[in-house]
């Protein structure tokens, strides 16, 4: 803790106009000095900085304080790193009492590590520049995206180069750890290293300070993921970062509003026509973290998303994590291109003028909002209207006291035909809990832009970074007893995950599945679309006659419906994890519907489900055992034992089909090979 005397002394140390002119542009107005502010979009000044009084104020936006403030406000630096700045500017040393010997260890011990870890990336980062001017064919990619040198420049854009070995240019001690904590250099299980960024153009990610904390890669030709994040690192978290916020701050301020898209080449596409105040998420779902910084920027934010369902979503998710932050003077509004364009395709087919045109149409957060919830309901009956408001009731709570939410609650009674008194009465009568928004490394609703962190590269066959790549190797045509899906019951804890028994992969956690698939997941279920030919009724177990429901099928359904929370961590990965498994459609099909609809418990969940459809019938099946079921200890320990035990039994799978043709081919034996060591690793994981 900073003491209060130091912080005094300091204020009386500094100028608030230095450090204000810094980064506004001030002349004399009588006592005080004045200038454009920078906190919202004006023409006439109605900033002040008094000299004397050693404060700024805007007359315009109310923003007010001291030196120490106005750097946390401008530049997004937290109350101990703007002391710090000032502290240093200044000659002074931050005392560090009241911390013990340890402590101060520690903190020492932290900043040499984030000292190393800036060096290094700015070290591959130069490398990155030169790589690319010596690359005609990335040069010809950007070209051909329709970006200019210029616009290169101004992002840092660079190419990683094809070699796997290429940082050992820069790095002549390859070895060093640092360069595998950073995220720039992968380490397999068996001691060897290459490069993480392989064949990719490079696009260099900045804090609001505008240090390299990390790299977002595209790949140029064939190959997964398309586009590659740095892992979580000390630097790095993908859950509070946005990918050029740095350089968009100057056109955020002479807008007036910040624009959120879905990825890299989407922010520097509209910059190159001219629409420079454009940010994204990096390959996650939209975090309140991301909405608080997004706030600092402007007190307008427009969410553009790609314009088709997998857009939609991410929009939603995006929705629910502004409602926790929303205020009566800022303006969040969402924008939906036409399902065949994203930001970047649609600025560069019809121009800046018309993508600044659909700006102006974007729709108001209360908007989106309610349409969405009444398009989930039927709202010309009773029940249909009683369901939205039952899932309006945890996200109208989310909503922090203030004149917004009682706009938004009077439209909800509307919506619903109820009076603001009997809305008031039923929002009072069983308050809801609020909402919570998915954790920070949610991934992306979707679309190319849903970057995977640490994520393998795809022309490397799945190994040897312990990422499992399933690319190429079909197997529709397993039979479900030879898979051995069918009796797995419960899924008993394995008393918690083994250090790297994942391979540095977790299921619940904040890494994500590192593989890709090209199963399809034609499973017997298919939400309506199936092969239950049997008889449907409303008993517990859902079909009779010709086949019944796997168990392990039917645990997962509801492992689910009792614990819908998990629903909220998953992602596009953790779905591909279940297409691995035969029969398990009904479960993806369920995780899709509650994603879409933000229904949670099994009555809602019912509304939002097609009448006829089989997920639909196995829901009303279950209702019972739902309600009678006892609340798991640790449900998500559960679920990643269910994903362990779904990819163990399909490399088991693959590795008797392939012993079944023998073993004649290289790529055969060395699939073998590679299923063999990952099915160790399950092993020391607990499964078997």
């Known amino acids: 803790m900073i003491p209060e005397s130091f ?15 810094r980064y506004v542009q001030l002349r004399k107005g009588g006592a005080n000095l004045l200038g454009l502010c920078p906190f919202h979009n004006e023409k006439s000044p109605s900033f002040t900085v008094s000299p004397t009084k050693q404060f700024y104020h805007c007359f315009g936006c109310g923003a ?9 406000e401008h530049t997004g630096t937290s109350f101990p790193e703007a002391v710090r700045t000032l502290a240093a500017s200044a000659g002074m040393t931050v005392p560090e009492e009241n911390r013990s010997p340890r402590q101060q260890q520690e903190s020492a011990r932290r900043k040499a590590e984030e000292s190393r870890h800036t060096q290094v990336l700015d070290a591959a980062q130069a490398h990155y520049l030169k790589q690319l001017r010596a690359s005609p064919a990335a040069v010809r990619y950007l070209k051909q995206r329709g970006l200019t040198g210029e616009i290169a420049a101004h992002f840092g854009l660079g190419w990683s180069g094809t070699d796997r070995h290429g940082l050992s240019q820069v790095f002549p001690n390859y070895e060093d750890p640092t360069l595998v904590e950073s995220g720039l250099v992968i380490e397999s299980e068996d001691g060897r290293r290459y490069d993480r960024f392989r064949e990719r153009v490079m696009f260099p990610i900045r804090n609001v300070r505008g240090s390299l904390i990390g790299f977002g890669g595209r790949i140029i030709g064939k190959g997964e993921p398309k586009y590659l994040n740095s892992p979580e690192t000390p630097l790095f978290s993908k859950g509070q970062e946005l990918y050029g916020l740095w350089e968009a701050r100057q056109a955020i301020r002479q807008e007036g509003q910040v624009i959120v898209v879905e990825g890299y080449m989407d922010v520097v596409g509209l910059a190159q026509q001219g629409i420079a105040n454009a940010v994204a998420t990096l390959g996650t779902a939209t975090t309140p973290d991301h909405v608080k910084k997004l706030l600092r920027t402007s007190d307008k934010v427009i969410f553009s998303f790609d314009g088709d369902k997998a ?20 303006a969040i509004r969402f924008l939906f291109l036409p399902a065949e364009h994203d930001p970047d395709s649609y600025v560069r087919e019809l121009g800046a003028e018309a993508f600044r ?26 029940e249909g209207r009683a369901s939205c408001l039952h899932e309006a009731k945890p996200l109208l709570a989310a909503i922090p006291e203030c004149a917004l939410r009682v706009q938004i609650e009077r439209e909800m009674a509307k919506l619903v035909q109820l009076t603001p008194e009997e809305m008031a009465q039923v929002l009072a009568q069983q308050p809801a809990k609020p909402f919570a928004p998915a954790p920070k490394s949610a991934p992306a609703g979707g679309g190319e832009t849903a970057a995977v962190s640490g994520a393998p590269q795809g022309h490397d066959g799945g190994y040897p970074d312990a990422g499992y790549d399933f690319a190429g190797h079909d197997f529709h045509d397993i039979p479900a007893e030879e898979a051995d899906f069918t009796d797995y019951g419960h899924f008993p804890s394995q008393g918690g995950e083994p250090p790297g028994a994942d391979g540095g992969r977790q299921y619940g956690g904040k890494q994500e599945w590192k593989g890709k698939s090209d199963w399809k997941g034609k499973g017997d279920w298919k939400g309506g679309k199936g092969n239950w030919k049997g008889r449907r009724d409303n008993d517990v177990g859902g079909f009779e006659g010709r086949r019944t429901m796997p168990s392990l099928a039917k645990r997962l359904l509801g492992l689910l419906l009792a614990h819908p929370e998990l629903v909220d961590s998953m992602g596009d990965q953790q779905l591909e994890v279940i297409d691995h498994g035969p029969h398990l459609g009904l479960v993806r099909d369920l995780i899709m519907l509650a994603q879409s609809s933000g229904a949670r418990h099994v009555g809602a969940l019912l509304e939002a489900a ?24 640790d449900p998500q320990t559960e679920w990643d034992d269910a994903l362990r035990r779904i990819e163990f039994d399909s490399a088991k799978a693959e590795m008797a089909k392939l012993a079944a043709t023998g073993l004649v081919t290289d790529d055969a034996r060395k699939r073998y090979l590679e299923l063999s060591s990952r099915m160790t690793v399950l092993k020391g994981a607990g499964i078997r």
Do not use: Y
Not at 312 to 326: F, G, I, K, N
Not at 610 to 633: C, F, H, N, Y
């Open 64 to 72: 007010h304080g001291s030196a120490i403030t106005f750097l946390m």
């Open 7 to 21: 912080i005094q002394d300091l204020l009386a140390r500094v100028d608030v106009v230095d450090i204000v002119g």
């Open 610 to 633: 097609e009448p006829d459809s089989d997920l639909a019938t196995v829901l009303k099946g279950l209702r019972a055992d739902i309600l009678s079921q006892e609340d798991l200890p």
């Open 357 to 382: 045109t659909c700006l102006g149409d974007a729709v108001a957060l209360s908007r989106f909002l309610l349409d969405e919830l009444g398009s989930r309901h039927n709202m010309t009956e009773a």
């Open 311 to 330: 857009g939609r979503r991410a929009a939603w998710r995006a929705l629910q994590a502004c409602l926790p932050v929303l205020r009566d003077d800022i």
